[in-house]
């Protein structure tokens, strides 16, 4: 809408044109500057720290052009959010030019960081041609595509504000960089082998062995004869091997100490992924996006055996900068491309330090010498019920802001009644409006900074178990706020308070006594994770299962059904709770739930041998004394209603999985026993009323999973196929969740939490529930695991400010 005056007798007018989104990065000044050019305006544009500020002045009808125009021929990469116009009286422009970016203090900054985006097809076609000067040159790039987030280290987004600042340009890179006709005209990366970065070639102690194209031969002939080869690429190292060599592939896991976890595979082009794995038109378009993530396909060929063992899946990535295009031009055949890191540890992102973390695993290190301001995974993603689900949050999506709704229920309630969250003051007051630093949870950590109504959500940082981990959690912490220089009022985090990130905001708040602190329930912030991506409003039946979270009872939840109205919200029903023998061993020992879950209908009898299971058999007899008098003691036993852990005890019950090495492993292997068996069956169930234990005189609803053992025990007699059994255990899920979303009657559903990754389980929930005329809304930007968290902190914080909490 285009606010102000002007003076109707007047042939030539001014107008200013704000312009938020993204709009920083992706060639938006080029462009504005060709349009006003072409249309023969005068003015200026320039970038400033909340997006892209635009004057010009012409006759009216030119400028009426050019703002339409500017919605309609925006660059490809870039994404309008708001545009404010106002006529301002003449002022006498002479010609149109690019201005000095604005960089003041007195504004909160605000414009949108581009992720780092995938090698275009201009770019690539530059450095296959033998007559381009960019021959061969892996550090190609232009307004299209390039290092964004990865080298950026403060707004506005200029070559000073980022590491490309120790590059000076050459005078053939400089004419680009000044030419409104070119496509590199103000690319900030912009750079050639005459005056940009280079690669190395190192041994393991650092020595340089080879430089530039040599380098780069070098290493592909290291990958041929099956040695492991770190590559230092966008946001991180990588560690590479032949995917086809076994050996190779089988020393890396050993050196990385990952005996089974799936591998990422990198193949040269999409032609040569379709023999070994079925690619949909959308997976073929994640696949070539700019984006450029790893998509899980599903398999034909079981040739890369080592690669991802026993799974039906593959994780699958295209080349997306221009050394991995050579590199696999070079090569071109598929190389297994991981994390340059030991489990749990962030990736390696700066050369020296590679050299110090990894030299026990890799035999060599292909690096350059552009600094990475900040490490960033790559992103996996997969499709679930013909939609993208983002599993892991990362380059190419990070760090771009999910826009934060009004409270829900805004406009019929002034309070929400909850109990839901823990306050470190019964009176807590938040500043309005609120800046917040939502800190995610223990695993998949990710954290959030929100303020003018948008929630800028990190890269994924990983699971807080090491050292090295926690340093990196508050780096990226410090990193995303000086990028915006911000400063929050309040802090939300976990309510686990043995969590590294619910200890840390807890210092900060005491270092910091106008900051407050809030704790939000797990399994309510996947809830609200959803509500805040698809921007719902109440009444909803919001439905969270995973693996662990905290629950306000202390015991562990993970099967949860929120009930939430204009005027409360209810844990209105979750699944009986089951023991843990050994806790935290437990979870790497799928049999000991399984046992635990027998002891619940068997009692002792379970350890006289009567069942005759081969589940018990696995258990040495002192391991077993030691597990039966836990459990008849209660000792180290929590309870939990996780649903993640009853699909781990059911996996060890039917054999397929007794321990693992990794989050997740039984569960996944649980759906994959499935295999392509189509079935309705499912087992007996029932929902019981029990009290509920955090409302006083109110009952819940809990699921009595018992007739399911019963059932699967009786298929085991019956010597039914794994596959049928694990089928029905499936079914009988998705029923459970039919029958008590018809008994509540919400007619909006949300599905949250990491057990929502298994697409067997959640494709049927969804095309049951649509069969009953449900509107079911799940996780697909943003990760349905604990990366999603801290975007459902932040959503309820800001709903949060409308709660009463129940003293």
């Known amino acids: 809408m285009i606010q102000g005056s002007f003076d109707l007798n007047s042939q030539q007018y001014r107008l200013q044109l704000t312009l938020q989104g993204i709009v920083q990065g992706v060639g938006f000044r080029p462009f504005i500057y060709r349009l006003a050019t072409e249309l023969n305006l005068t003015g200026w544009v320039n970038n400033s720290v909340q997006g892209v500020c635009i004057q010009v002045e012409g006759l009216r009808e030119n400028l009426e052009q050019f703002q339409a125009r500017i919605l309609q021929e925006k660059p490809p990469q870039s994404e309008i959010q708001s545009l404010n116009a106002v006529w301002l009286p003449i002022v006498g422009y002479s010609k149109f030019e690019i201005h000095v970016s604005e960089s003041t203090t007195h504004t909160q900054k605000s414009a949108i960081v581009l992720p780092d985006l995938s090698t275009c097809s201009e770019c690539l076609q530059d450095i296959l041609d033998p007559e381009n000067r960019r021959y061969q040159y892996p550090f190609t790039n232009c307004t299209n595509c390039g290092p964004r987030y990865s080298i950026i280290q403060a707004l506005p987004y200029d070559r000073n504000h980022t590491t490309m600042a120790t ?41 340089k062995i080879a430089g530039f194209q040599e380098a780069l031969k070098q290493a592909a002939d290291i990958i041929r004869s099956g040695q492991i080869l770190a590559l230092k690429g966008l946001g991180g190292f990588h560690l590479i091997v032949d995917a086809r060599n076994e050996t190779a592939v089988q020393n890396l896991r050993t050196r990385k100490r990952r005996p089974a976890k799936p591998f990422a595979v990198m193949y040269p082009n999409l032609e040569q992924i379709k023999p070994d794995c079925f690619v949909s038109e959308l997976e073929a378009k994640l696949l070539s996006s700019p984006a450029s993530p790893i998509v899980l396909l599903r398999r034909i060929s079981y040739l890369l055996k080592s690669v991802a063992p026993g799974n039906p899946y593959l994780g699958v990535i295209l080349p997306y900068t221009p050394l991995h295009h ?86 019929r309630s002034p309070f929400y009644q909850t109990n839901f969250s823990l306050a470190q003051d019964s009176d807590l007051s938040i500043e309005t409006p609120p800046k917040v630093l939502a800190l995610g949870g223990h695993l998949k950590n990710t954290i959030a900074i929100a303020f003018n109504q948008k929630a800028f959500l990190s890269q994924h940082i990983g699971d807080l178990e090491n050292p090295q981990a926690l340093a990196a959690f508050q780096e990226v ?12 009022n ?18 900060l708040s005491q270092q910091n006594p106008p900051i407050s602190m809030i704790q939000v329930q797990h399994h309510l912030a996947h809830v609200f994770a959803v509500i805040a991506e698809h921007n719902l409003q109440s009444p909803l039946l919001g439905i969270a299962w995973d693996g662990t979270g905290y629950g306000l009872d202390r015991t562990i939840w993970g099967g949860e059904f929120f009930q939430i109205t204009k005027t409360q919200i209810q844990r209105i029903a979750s699944f009986r709770p089951f023991p843990l023998p050994g806790g935290d061993k437990a979870v790497y020992e799928p049999r000991r739930i399984a046992l635990g879950l027998l002891y619940e209908i068997f009692g002792n009898s379970l350890f006289n041998q009567e069942l005759n299971l081969e589940l018990i058999k696995s258990f040495k007899p002192q391991e077993l004394k030691i597990i039966q008098t836990m459990l008849n003691r209660k000792l180290n036993t929590p309870l939990t209603s996780s649903v993640g852990r009853l699909f781990d005890g059911v996996a060890a019950l039917l054999g397929i999985c007794q321990t693992v090495s990794f989050e997740g492993q039984a569960a996944m292997a649980l759906e994959f026993a499935i295999e392509d068996l189509e079935t309705d069956e499912y087992y007996p169930f029932e929902w019981c009323d029990l009290p509920q234990p955090l409302e006083k005189g109110e009952n819940m609803n809990y699921f009595n999973w018992e007739s399911i053992i019963q059932g699967i025990l009786q298929d085991k007699i019956n010597q039914k196929p794994i596959n049928l059994i694990s ?10 969740v039919v029958e008590i979303a018809k008994k509540l009657g919400e007619k909006t559903i949300t599905l949250s939490g990491g057990c929502f990754q298994n697409q067997y389980l959640i494709e049927h929930i969804i095309k049951r529930l649509c069969q009953e005329q449900f509107q079911v809304y799940w996780s697909q930007k943003i990760p349905p695991n604990d990366g999603g968290l801290a975007l459902g902190q932040v959503a309820f914080l800001i709903n949060r400010q409308r709660f009463v909490p129940n003293q």
């Not at 912490?477 to 929050?488: A, R, V, W």
């Not at 089928?727 to 459970?736: G, M, Q």
């Open 167 to 207: 590059f000076t340009m050459c005078s053939d890179c400089q004419k680009e960089y000044d030419n409104p006709l070119n496509r590199r005209f103000h690319a900030q990366p912009n750079a050639c082998p005459v005056c940009g970065p280079h690669l190395e070639l190192w041994d393991k102690n650092g020595n």
């Open 326 to 411: 050579l590199l696999l031009a070079e090569l071109n055949f598929p190389i297994v491309a991981t994390s340059g890191n030991f489990a749990s540890e962030p990736i390696c992102i700066d050369e020296a330090e590679a050299v110090t973390r990894l030299n026990q695993i890799a035999d060599f290190f292909l690096v350059h010498n552009r600094p990475i301001v900040r490490p960033i995974d790559d992103s996996v993603v997969r499709v679930i019920a013909g939609e993208e689900m983002v599993l892991r949050r990362a380059r190419g999506y990070a760090p771009l802001p999910v826009p934060i709704p009004d409270p829900i229920g805004a406009d």
């Open 477 to 488: 912490i410090n990193s995303l706020s000086n990028i915006y220089d911000f400063q929050p």
């Open 490 to 507: 309040v802090i939300v985090c976990d309510a686990h308070p043995d969590y590294y990130s619910t200890q840390f905001a807890e210092k």
């Open 727 to 736: 089928a029905k255990f499936h079914n009988t899920l998705v029923e459970a």
